[in-house]
C-alpha cells in the first residue's frame, strides 16, 4: 500500500498544473516604484536639567562582617530620621540605595578585614532642598550626583524638535521635488524617534568637599544642560504636473 500511494503523490505533484501552481506567485508583483525620495531630517532643542539624582555614601570597616553591617544600618537609619522629614513628593524623594560588605583579602590570599559601603539617594525637581538636605546627613558624604529631564520638561521638549524637524522635512521635500522638475509630492511612508543627548559628564563635587560643608550650607550643586533630539525618516512620492 505504501508504494503505491507514493507513486500517486509523485504523480499529482509532477502534473503540469500543479507545477504552475506552484511555480507562480498568489499575487502578480507591482510596478517598481518611480520618482520615488529618501530623506531624513532632524531637530536638536537644548534644554537645562531640572531634576537631580545625589546619591550619598558611607564606609565602615572591621575584623567581622556582622559587626561592619550594623555600623552600615546605624549610620543609614541616622541618616534617614534626618533626612525623611525634609521629604517632598515631587520635589525631593528618599530611598536607600546599595548595601554591600566585601572581604579584603591579603598577600596570602587570606581575609584580613571586611569593608561595607551603604547608600542614600535624594532625587527630585527641587535641586536646593536635595543640595541643603544632603549636607545634613550626618556621616554620610556625597559620591555621586547626576542630572536629568523631568517628564513635563522632557515632553515640552520633544514636542517643540519634532514639530521643527517635521516642518523641514516638509520643506526639503518640496524643495528636492522642486529640483528634479515636479510640482509636488505626496507622503508615503515616515518614521518618527527621539532621543536625548547628554552632555559629557562633569564631576561637580568630592567627598572632601562634602565633608567641609557646613550642616546648615547646601552642597554647591550647578544643573547642566542636555539636548533632545527628533528624527523624522521616510520617503515621499513626487507628483508629476496635472495632464491638461
Same mark, same amino acid.
Given at each position: 500500500?505504501?508504494?503505491?500511494?507514493?507513486?500517486? %503523490?509523485?504523480a499529482? %505533484?509532477?502534473?503540469?498544473?500543479?507545477?504552475?501552481?506552484?511555480?507562480?506567485p498568489?499575487?502578480?508583483?507591482?510596478?517598481p516604484?518611480?520618482?520615488?525620495?529618501?530623506l531624513?531630517?532632524?531637530?536638536?532643542?537644548e534644554?537645562?536639567?531640572d531634576?537631580?539624582?545625589?546619591?550619598?555614601? /558611607? /564606609?565602615?570597616?572591621?575584623?567581622?562582617?556582622?559587626? *561592619?553591617?550594623?555600623? =552600615?544600618?546605624?549610620?543609614?537609619?541616622?541618616? =534617614?530620621?534626618?533626612l525623611?522629614?525634609l521629604?517632598?513628593?515631587?520635589?525631593?524623594? *528618599?530611598?536607600?540605595?546599595?548595601?554591600?560588605?566585601?572581604?579584603?583579602?591579603?598577600?596570602?590570599?587570606r581575609?584580613?578585614?571586611?569593608?561595607?559601603?551603604?547608600?542614600?539617594?535624594l532625587?527630585?525637581?527641587?535641586?536646593?532642598?536635595?543640595?541643603?538636605a544632603?549636607?545634613?546627613?550626618?556621616? =554620610?558624604?556625597?559620591?555621586?550626583?547626576?542630572?536629568? =529631564?523631568?517628564?513635563?520638561?522632557l515632553?515640552?521638549?520633544?514636542?517643540?524638535?519634532?514639530?521643527?524637524?517635521?516642518?523641514?522635512?516638509?520643506?526639503?521635500?518640496?524643495? %528636492?521635488?522642486?529640483?528634479f522638475?515636479?510640482?509636488?509630492?505626496?507622503?508615503?511612508?515616515?518614521?518618527?524617534?527621539?532621543?536625548?543627548?547628554?552632555?559629557?559628564?562633569?564631576?561637580r563635587?568630592?567627598?572632601?568637599?562634602?565633608?567641609?560643608?557646613?550642616?546648615?550650607?547646601?552642597?554647591?550643586?550647578?544643573?547642566?544642560?542636555?539636548?533632545?533630539?527628533?528624527? *523624522?525618516?521616510?520617503? *515621499?512620492?513626487?507628483?508629476?504636473?496635472?495632464?491638461r
Amino acid at each position: 500500500m505504501k508504494p503505491l500511494l507514493i507513486r500517486v %503523490l509523485a504523480a499529482a %505533484l509532477l502534473a503540469p498544473g500543479a507545477v504552475n501552481a506552484m511555480a507562480q506567485p498568489a499575487w502578480p508583483p507591482g510596478p517598481p516604484p518611480q520618482n520615488v525620495l529618501q530623506l531624513n531630517t532632524s531637530s536638536t532643542v537644548e534644554v537645562a536639567h531640572d531634576r537631580v539624582m545625589l546619591t550619598l555614601a /558611607t /564606609t565602615r570597616e572591621g575584623q567581622q562582617p556582622g559587626p *561592619v553591617q550594623e555600623q =552600615l544600618r546605624s549610620a543609614i537609619d541616622e541618616a =534617614l530620621s534626618v533626612l525623611r522629614p525634609l521629604a517632598q513628593e515631587g520635589q525631593m524623594e *528618599v530611598r536607600t540605595g546599595g548595601l554591600s560588605v566585601q572581604p579584603r583579602y591579603g598577600r596570602e590570599g587570606r581575609i584580613q578585614s571586611w569593608a561595607g559601603t551603604a547608600e542614600v539617594i535624594l532625587e527630585g525637581r527641587d535641586i536646593q532642598r536635595i543640595s541643603r538636605a544632603a549636607a545634613q546627613a550626618g556621616s =554620610l558624604t556625597v559620591s555621586g550626583v547626576s542630572f536629568g =529631564l523631568s517628564r513635563e520638561q522632557l515632553q515640552r521638549a520633544e514636542a517643540q524638535a519634532q514639530e521643527q524637524a517635521i516642518e523641514r522635512f516638509r520643506a526639503k521635500a518640496g524643495e %528636492l521635488a522642486r529640483s528634479f522638475g515636479f510640482p509636488g509630492y505626496e507622503l508615503r511612508e515616515v518614521t518618527v524617534q527621539s532621543a536625548e543627548q547628554a552632555p559629557p559628564p562633569r564631576p561637580r563635587m568630592m567627598a572632601m568637599e562634602a565633608r567641609k560643608a557646613d550642616a546648615d550650607m547646601a552642597i554647591p550643586v550647578e544643573p547642566g544642560k542636555t539636548q533632545v533630539m527628533v528624527m *523624522v525618516n521616510g520617503s *515621499v512620492q513626487m507628483r508629476p504636473a496635472a495632464a491638461r
